[in-house]
């Protein structure tokens, strides 16, 4: 569903991916992982529209998106999650939910805000709702965002990301600062996600519980593709082992 062919970010001097390329295949559940600075985000960013590629292609479906403003790239189904928690703590966790959607309208945020449609709000906000309980929120839509714990939080923002059911779903550190707990409900609720048709692509740096989750990996380091594969095959691969020497790469709980 989506192709990433010898994508290139330059940035000025320097090269923040070079020459990467992977796919990513409908209902699958894929990592990408790397030390920091190794071009996650960046590749992140360039596959959203966020900030396109300087060189490479990237297409979606067979649709070549690679210069698409990063609106029209979310209108094409595909949604994300950032890395520090962007919710209005002041705001219940349905106007927060609600906010997915403007971003989908026809104008911009704030414009959408001032003049959407009674009915096209109406809309909204049973969409809103219903992706907040399909993730677990329900009960809690009324509470205001910066009341959750920070775990909740997080599933609050797969909730934004979820309205209008995007059928690609990018998480950009998702587990960060979460409790053991917190993390298993995570990811049951990405293994549920990914049985009901969301494709999911996930940067994050809890090795456990990135090799517990995910069906393939992608080894970034230094802006380029280092290994890709399995689990299994990624935990045996020296290139991968030496990148990450130190690092605990066998098999446990989140
Ligand atoms: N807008 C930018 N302008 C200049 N350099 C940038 C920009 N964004 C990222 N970089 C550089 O590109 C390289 C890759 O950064 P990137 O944030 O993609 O890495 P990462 O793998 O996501 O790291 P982390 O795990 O720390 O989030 C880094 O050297 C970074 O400093």
């Known amino acids: 569903m989506l192709e990433v062919e010898r994508a290139v970010k330059q940035f000025g001097g320097l090269r923040a991916v070079s020459d990467v390329s992977f796919s990513?295949?409908?209902?699958?559940?894929?990592?990408?992982?790397?030390?920091?600075?190794?071009?996650?985000?960046?590749l992140f960013n360039l596959v959203t529209g966020v900030s396109p590629a300087t060189g490479g292609r990237v297409t979606l479906g067979g649709q070549e998106v690679t210069r698409l403003p990063a609106r029209?790239?979310?209108?094409?189904?595909?949604?994300?999650?950032?890395?520090?928690?962007?919710?209005?703590?002041?705001?219940?966790l349905l106007a927060n939910t609600m906010m997915g959607g403007y971003a989908r309208g026809r104008a911009g945020l704030l414009a959408s805000l001032l003049h959407l449609e009674r009915a096209e709000?109406?809309?909204?906000?049973?969409?809103?709702?219903?992706?907040?309980?399909?993730?677990g929120l329900g009960p809690h839509a009324y509470t205001l965002a910066g009341n959750l714990a920070l775990g909740q939080?997080?599933?609050?923002?797969i909730a934004?990301?979820?309205?209008?059911?995007?059928?690609?779903?990018?998480?950009?550190?998702?587990?960060?600062g979460l409790r053991y707990g917190e993390k298993l409900e995570l990811i049951t609720l990405l293994r549920r996600l990914r049985d009901e048709g969301v494709t999911i692509l996930i940067v994050?740096?809890?090795?456990n519980l990135v090799m517990t989750l995910v069906d393939r990996l992608v080894v970034m380091n230094s802006g380029e593709k280092l290994a890709e594969?399995?689990?299994?095959?990624?935990?045996?691969?020296?290139?991968?082992?030496?990148?990450?020497?130190?690092?605990?790469l066998e098999e446990g709980a989140a």
């Not at 189904?77 to 950032?82: C, E, M, P, Q, S």
């Not at 939080?153 to 923002?157: C, F, H, T």
Request: glycine letters at 8%; aromatic letters at 2%; zero cysteines.
């Open 24 to 42: 990513l295949r409908a209902g699958e559940i894929l990592g990408l992982i790397g030390p920091n600075g190794a071009g996650k985000s960046t």
């Open 204 to 207: 994050e740096h809890d090795m």
């Open 153 to 157: 939080q997080r599933i609050l923002e």
């Open 229 to 248: 594969g399995s689990p299994d095959e990624i935990r045996a691969h020296p290139a991968v082992r030496e990148a990450y020497l130190g690092v605990d």
């Open 121 to 135: 709000e109406a809309a909204l906000h049973h969409e809103a709702l219903r992706q907040l309980e399909r993730v």
């Open 160 to 176: 934004r990301a979820l309205v209008a059911d995007p059928t690609l779903l990018l998480l950009d550190e998702p587990a960060a």
């Open 72 to 92: 029209q790239i979310h209108r094409l189904g595909v949604a994300r999650t950032f890395q520090h928690v962007h919710l209005q703590p002041d705001q219940t």
